[in-house]
C-alpha cells in the first residue's frame, strides 16, 4: 500500500475515533437519564432535597420561636426546641405528602443538620 495513503488512513481513524468519543458522551448522558427517569433514582434524590429543606425550616422555626420566648423572659431548653422542631418537620412532611418517618430518624436528621451549621 502507497505510505501516504496508509498516514492518511491512520489518521482518519484517530479523527473518527475522537469524533465517535464526543458523539457519544451526550448520548451516554441520555441514557442515563432515562435509566434515572425507569428505576426512580432522580426522583429519590428530589425527595431527598424536600426532607432537607423541611428539616432546615423546622430548624428555623424552632430557633425563631425559641427567641421569641428569650424576648418574653421565658427559657427554652434545647430538648424544647428539637420537640418544637420535630413537631413542625412531621406537620410539613404528611402536608407536602413525604412519606412519614419514625420520630427517631427525624430527631436524627435535625441533630446532623444542626451539627452541620
Given at each position: 500500500m502507497?505510505?501516504?495513503i496508509s498516514v492518511l488512513l491512520d489518521n482518519l481513524v484517530e479523527v473518527v475515533g475522537a469524533l465517535l468519543m464526543v458523539a457519544a458522551v451526550p448520548l451516554l448522558h441520555a441514557l442515563?437519564?432515562?435509566?434515572?427517569?425507569?428505576?426512580?433514582?432522580?426522583?429519590?434524590?428530589?425527595t431527598q432535597?424536600?426532607?432537607?429543606?423541611?428539616?432546615?425550616?423546622?430548624?428555623?422555626?424552632?430557633?425563631?420561636?425559641?427567641?421569641?420566648?428569650?424576648?418574653?423572659?421565658?427559657?427554652?431548653?434545647?430538648?424544647?426546641?428539637?420537640?418544637?422542631?420535630?413537631?413542625f418537620v412531621q406537620t410539613s412532611m404528611k402536608e407536602?405528602?413525604?412519606?412519614?418517618?419514625?420520630k427517631e430518624r427525624l430527631t436524627a436528621l435535625i441533630e446532623a443538620k444542626l451539627g452541620q451549621w
Open positions: 502507497n505510505p501516504i442515563y437519564r432515562k435509566f434515572e427517569a425507569l428505576t426512580g433514582l432522580k426522583v429519590e434524590a428530589e432535597r424536600r426532607i432537607e429543606s423541611i428539616v432546615y425550616d423546622g430548624i428555623n422555626k424552632a430557633e425563631q420561636w425559641a427567641r421569641t420566648r428569650t424576648k418574653a423572659g421565658q427559657s427554652t431548653a434545647g430538648s424544647e426546641k428539637l420537640s418544637h422542631a420535630l413537631e407536602t405528602g413525604l412519606a412519614e418517618m419514625s
